[in-house]
């Protein structure tokens, strides 16, 4: 039978880096799979803003913290805020974030 947590695991060891979440003021290490695929970008002379970075992680993980909406996210140095939280398929969340300012 498959093992969907150990395989999303293993797929975050593989290909994510250690993130701190926050949550009520004590740090939760984690490994997660960051991307920040874009920014604001100019079209036809006009600002467009593109998709804010995400950051998967596994439900496991994710559980275990017990994280939600405006908690922090810090990768490599930058605090983000956690906006929109969404359970993908087979024990992973993904968490839309925003530069925390």
Known sequence: MFDAASHH?????????????????????????????????AIGGVAVEQPDPTLRVTEADWLAIGAAVNDKVTVEGTVYTIVVLRAMQQGMMELTLRAFA
Do not use: K, L, N
């Not at 991307?35 to 970008?41: E, L």
């Open 9 to 41: 695991r293993a797929q975050a060891d593989a290909w994510g880096s250690e993130v701190t979440i926050t949550v009520g003021g004590t740090d939760h290490p984690v490994t997660g799979v960051f991307r920040d695929p874009y920014g604001s970008i």
